[in-house]
């Protein structure tokens, strides 16, 4: 009996394996649902949704637990996997390998890895940009100010002391505006900007204005952009082609690694199953191929 290089025992490995593959089967769910909005609804309410993700306390716990489960779904998947191979006859193997699994079965482990490598990369793209990225576009909006004037200003967040804020002609506090809000009080506010969003006095720690991250902007222009945003575009659609494959024998065999099986259940999961295999990454597919082919 192969043990987990992760965990001891191989039955509580089965189980591990299968709970994390199921948690993130939940994941792809709500993850999903979310990404629609850039298709089904508008940049406000995909930004509102971004900001409730990236700070609502209960939703962080929920993000480590999953970062935890990709970690533990993938390395111990595949170093299980050459534990196996290791352990079995290679002449047994291609023998029997066609006639008992299928083409998904058969090749799990570089599924999944592959499936992490574009993980590493999308969180490159959108989560690390959002979290450290000096450069992170904030909401903007024109503002009237009077006399047929119209200003662009940053847009606060519900617990922004004040709703609006002056920027630069790139949408952000650049230097210039912070000196011109010094000069202008005479030397009353001398701000400063901490976690790429907060606006805060440096006389006295006075937080004057909380924007708003502009997730939306940064999506729709790594697909629409002119160079890159077709083969981001195709990448993606591939990534989601093998996710598929992956959750085509992944998820029924979630629940036959736990004993959820029988005559009449064991149907059900697998076409369920397979629904769920194809759907999902179909959906997530449809996202980036509409931004760049069919968004104005």
């Known amino acids: 009996m192969a043990k987990s290089a ?10 591990w394996m299968a709970l994390t593959g199921l948690f993130l089967c939940l994941f792809l769910v709500g993850h999903l649902l979310g990404n629609l909005q850039l298709i089904f609804s508008d940049a406000k309410h995909f930004n509102d949704y971004a900001l409730f993700m990236t700070t609502n306390p209960a939703v962080k716990i ?29 002449g047994y193997a291609k023998v029997n390998a066609s006639a008992s699994s299928s083409l998904a079965s058969r090749n799990m482990a570089v599924l999944g890895t592959l499936i992490l490598v574009f ?11 959002m ?8 909401v903007v909006k024109e503002m009237n100010t ?22 630069d002609e790139n949408g952000q506090f650049g230097p210039k505006v912070i000196e011109d809000i010094k000069r202008q009080s005479m030397g009353q506010y001398d701000l400063a900007v901490r976690d790429l969003t ?15 991250k502009d997730l939306y902007k940064i999506t729709i222009d790594l697909f629409k952009d002119k160079k890159w945003g077709m083969a981001a575009t195709g990448l993606y659609v591939l990534a989601m082609l093998v996710l598929a494959f ?21 149907p059900i999961i697998k076409t369920f199953g397979t629904a769920f295999a194809i759907l999902v ?7 980036p191929v509409y931004i760049h082919f069919f968004l104005k």
């Open 146 to 167: 009077g006399m047929g004037i119209k200003q662009r200003v940053a847009v606060g967040t519900k617990e922004s002391p004040n709703p609006y804020f002056q920027v």
């Open 131 to 138: 979290h450290f990225d000096e450069k992170m576009p904030i």
């Open 246 to 266: 992956h959750l085509l024998h992944g998820f029924q065999s979630a629940f036959q690694s736990m004993g959820v099986t029988s005559r009449k259940l064991t």
């Open 119 to 129: 993980i590493v990369t999308h969180m490159a793209n959108f989560w690390a940009r």
């Open 281 to 287: 990454p179909a959906l997530f597919a449809a996202i």
């Open 198 to 212: 907060t606006v805060y006095n440096k006389k006295d720690g006075e937080v004057i204005f909380i924007g708003q």
């Open 62 to 90: 929920l993000s480590y637990l999953t970062y935890i489960s990709i970690i533990f779904h993938a390395v111990d998947g595949i170093l299980l996997t050459v534990q196996n191979k290791a352990a079995r006859p290679v």
């Open 6 to 15: 992760l965990l001891k025992s191989s039955i509580a490995k089965k189980y």
